[in-house]
C-alpha cells in the first residue's frame, strides 16, 4: 500500500518551454500532496504544499508564476514549470500524505534538465 | 540556525556494528517525528515514525527526547544494505510551515 507515481521519471526540454509534472497516489486518498526538489548532494527542499481543491502554499522562495501547481483530485496534483531555464534543472520529487495521517510517501521522482 | 539539525556524517562502519544518528529540531510545536532512508538518486523512503515513548522495527529503534528536541535512530548489527543517507523529519500540527527535512546522515557500511 501507499504507492505513489510520477510522470515523467525524466525529461529534458529547450529553455523557454514548461513542463508537466503529474503526481498520483495509487491506492489512497491524499488530502496533501507536497512538492520538493533537490539539487545534486543538497537536501530536500520544500517548494510548496498542494491541498485537494484549495490554492497551493508556497514556502519562501518559491515563485508562484513560475511553478504552477493544481491539485484537482484527492489522487493528483500537478506542477508545471514555467519558462523552464537551465537552472530550473533538478530533480523534483512529490509526497502524498493519507488523509488523517502525517507520513509521507515518495513518488520515485522525475528529473528535469533544461538545456 | 536551520530548524532540523544532523551530522551529515559521513558515517563508515563495519558490518556488524552499532551506529547512532542525531537529530535536533528547534521548533517546539513540533508533533510528529519520522526517520526516512534514500538511496542515492533516489526518493526517500519512510523507515519509521518516531513515538513519544520510544519504537523499535527490527534492527532499528527510534527515540524521542521532546525536552531535549532531539529525535534519535540506532541501527544494530549494520548491514551492507543500510547504506544510504538517512533524513530526519520534523512535523507541526499547523500547516505546512512546520515541515522541516534534515539535510541527511550518510552511512555506509564496509565489508
Known amino acids: 500500500g501507499a504507492v505513489v507515481s510520477q510522470h515523467p521519471s525524466r525529461v529534458i526540454c529547450k529553455s523557454g518551454t514548461s513542463v508537466k509534472i503529474e503526481c498520483r497516489s495509487l491506492?489512497?486518498?491524499?488530502?496533501?500532496m507536497f512538492w520538493y526538489r533537490q539539487f545534486p548532494k543538497q537536501s530536500l527542499m520544500l517548494m510548496a504544499t498542494s491541498n485537494e481543491g484549495s490554492k497551493a502554499t508556497y514556502e519562501q522562495g518559491v515563485e508562484k508564476d513560475k511553478f504552477l501547481i493544481n491539485h484537482a483530485s484527492l489522487t493528483l496534483s500537478t506542477l508545471t514549470v514555467t519558462s523552464a531555464h537551465p537552472e530550473d534543472s533538478s530533480f523534483y520529487i512529490c509526497s502524498a500524505t493519507p488523509s488523517g495521517t502525517y507520513e509521507q510517501y515518495f513518488g520515485p521522482g522525475t528529473r528535469l534538465t533544461v538545456t | 540556525r536551520k530548524e532540523v539539525e544532523q551530522d551529515p556524517g559521513p558515517f563508515n562502519v563495519p558490518e556488524g556494528a552499532t551506529v547512532a544518528f542525531n537529530c535536533t529540531y528547534s521548533?517546539?510545536?513540533?508533533?510528529?517525528f519520522f526517520w526516512y532512508r534514500q538511496d542515492c538518486r533516489k526518493e526517500p523512503k519512510l523507515l519509521m515514525s518516531v513515538y513519544s515513548s520510544g519504537n523499535e522495527d527490527g534492527r532499528f529503534t527510534a527515540q524521542l527526547n521532546r525536552a531535549s528536541q532531539y529525535i534519535s535512530l540506532l541501527i544494530r548489527d549494520s548491514k551492507l544494505s543500510d547504506s544510504a543517507t538517512y533524513l530526519c523529519?520534523?512535523?507541526?500540527?499547523?500547516?505546512?510551515?512546520?515541515?522541516?527535512f534534515g539535510t541527511g546522515t550518510r552511512l555506509t557500511v564496509i565489508p
Open positions: 521548533n517546539s510545536a513540533s508533533q510528529s
Open positions: 491506492d489512497f486518498q491524499a488530502t496533501t
Open positions: 523529519v520534523a512535523w507541526g500540527q499547523t500547516g505546512a510551515n512546520n515541515l522541516f
